[in-house]
Each structure stands twice: as C-alpha cells, then as structure tokens.
C-alpha cells in the first residue's frame, strides 16, 4: 500500500512540477559480486542534476536477503557532466548499504541516449570493490 | 569543430572504452584472478586502498611466495605479526575494533595468527601454518558477539567482539609489513576475494 502512494505521489508531483523530470528505471549490471539487476526512481532538474532511490541484488528481483545476493539499497546523485544532441553524460555516483548493514560507495558515470521524449536507454561503468562494473538501463520519464 | 564539441566526442570514446573494457572483465565471478600485493623492502606497504567490506563473512585465497622468507635486523621483531587481510568493525578506527588474519615466518615455517582489536585490546591467537607457492583458503566470519577466523585445515579460532554497531562502514585492511620494522626486502603475496 505504502509503494503506491508513494508511486501515486511521485506521479502527482511529476505533473505539478514544471521542467523537472522524475523517472522510472530498471537497469542491469556485472559487478564483481555477480550479475545483477535492479530497479529504482529519480528526480533531476531540467540541467541534469539530479537524486534517485535505487535497489539491485542478485538474482530475483525481490527483497532477499541472503549474504550472497549482495542486495543493496542506496540512493544516487546524478552530475552532470555534458550533453549533445539525444545524448547526456553523468556522473552518478551511488551510496548505500549491502547487505543491509554495510555501507559502501560506488563510483560510477553514466551515458544517457533519449530514444523518445518518455524513454531514454544508458550505460554505466563504475567501480564496484575496486573492480570495474558495466551496465545497461532503460529509464522510463514520467 | 568547437571545443565543446572535441571534449563531447573524448568523453563519450572515453565511456564506450571503459564500458567494452568493463564487459570484456565480465567472466571472474568466482574465477577472478588473483590480485597482487607487493609489500615493498624499506616499507610497510606500498600506500591506502580504499574498499569496505560488503557481507558478514571474508573469503579469500592467498599465496606466499618465497620472498616471505624474511630476518628481521632486530631478533625479538621476528615474532611481530604481519597483515595478510581483513576489516575495520562498524564506525571503528582498526586501533579500536578490527579483525585481520595475521602471518609471520618463524622458525622456519610461515605461521598464520589471528589479529584482533577489541575495544582497543590487541588480542593475537595461532590459527595454523601454511606452505609456500601454495593457495590456502582463508576466511573471517563475523556474528553479532564474535570474529571467527578459518585457515583450511586447521582448527577456527574465535575472538570475542567488543563492537556492538550494525550498520555503518566497515572498511577493509590489505598486506602490511610490520610490526616495528618494514619490509626487508619486496615480498609478494597473492591474493583473490571470494565473493
């Protein structure tokens, strides 16, 4: 009950709110500890410059917590750095706990491509235990 | 073509190498090779890694070579511990509470200790020995009141933890010479995190 009204919320408040954007997104990624995948929500400014709320784990898309799914719930801040034509490119950060009790940081960029004006596509390196990781997203505007 | 333009067209060759690169990384799940530390002569370590410790539990494969043969200038450092691996607990300083597996060669063989901090007490037990240019799995496993330290083949050894944060950074300790002197000459050991 609590996810929808939240969600029923971000959708209000996306509306109300002019030149500022909140998205949707579902995303991808190989890290060290394994493939995983994830979903989450942000919010950025018509310049880029944005905050988001995110999880991933491994394996299923659910709320596990087993050590070894390396579950992570965070938020992120998105820099950006610049942009050209369909393209923009961020630094995106991420900070949050694995595991549920352990804090770490994740550097990260981020490569943004608008297919349309609700849908982008993007990639990301970053740096996850001192290991590269990549990925692949789709964001979806509300 | 504009400056914008040349820094746009750097940053995003920049991005789709260091994405092709990343990929191409991709297959070391459980086979990522192992990292070398080099512990270098005249030093304690070779400088900060920054890395913090994602479960409860630290696995990893190490390898001594024959470069942990050492002599120490002073004989009574022979019995100081060296630092193999291992993690600062919640919010603390390694002084105040921590738990690494520790090595030293003595006696003609290299020995592995359990190296701990509790609440600022150093607190130092025998786990095993292992041979050279051989991997041995290594592991500190840590509960709500303990660390508890593996070494494949022997027996583990548990340290009461003093700590009693749960949430919060955990940051990692890599290879470390010492003790009171430094490395007398460059030692290498191999090291792969398990995840």
Redesign the interface.
């Known amino acids: 009950m609590k996810q929808y009204l939240i969600i029923s919320i971000l959708l209000v408040g996306s509306h109300l709110t002019v030149a500022q954007t909140i998205s949707g997104q579902a995303f991808a990624e190989q890290t060290v500890m394994g493939f995983q995948k994830g979903y989450g929500l942000r919010y950025q400014t018509s310049k880029g410059l944005g905050i988001g709320v995110l999880f991933q784990s491994n394996g299923k898309l659910s709320m596990e917590t087993a050590d070894g799914n390396y579950p992570f719930y965070g938020i992120e801040t998105i820099l950006p750095i610049t942009s050209c034509n369909n393209m923009r490119f961020f630094i995106s950060p991420k900070i949050g706990f694995v595991n549920q009790d352990f804090l770490v940081l994740i550097p990260q960029v981020e490569t943004e491509i608008k297919v349309t004006n609700s849908l982008s596509v993007g990639i990301t390196t970053g740096l996850r235990a001192r290991q590269s990781s990549a990925g692949g997203k789709v964001i979806l505007h509300l | 073509m504009t400056t ?2 040349r ?2 067209h750097l ?2 060759k920049l ?1 789709i190498a ?2 092709l ?3 191409t ?2 297959e ?2 459980y086979n ?1 090779p192992y990292e070398n530390f080099t512990l270098p002569e005249g030093k304690h370590d070779k400088g900060i ?9 630290l696995r990893f494969e190490a390898i001594f070579d024959q470069s942990a043969i050492y002599q120490t200038q002073i004989v009574e450092n022979q019995h100081d511990i060296n630092k193999l691996l291992g993690f600062s607990d ?1 919010n603390s300083f390694h002084h105040g509470n921590s738990a690494r597996l520790g090595w030293r060669w003595l006696d003609g063989q290299l020995e592995i200790h359990a190296y701990a901090y509790v609440n600022g007490e150093r607190i130092i037990e025998f786990v095993g020995t292992v041979a050279l240019d051989m991997s041995n799995s290594y592991q500190i496993k840590m509960t709500d009141d303990a660390y508890i330290f593996y070494l494949e083949g022997f027996d583990p050894v548990e340290i009461k933890r003093g700590n009693h944060c ?5 940051y990692m300790l890599f290879p470390y010479f010492g003790g009171d002197e430094v490395a007398p000459h460059d030692i290498l050991i191999q090291i792969r ?1 398990d ?1």
């Open positions: 914008s333009y820094i746009f940053i995003l991005t260091a994405t690169f990343a990929l990384s991709c070391r799940e990522e890694k920054a890395q913090s410790l994602q479960s409860s539990t919640c749960d949430k919060g950074l955990y995190i995840y």
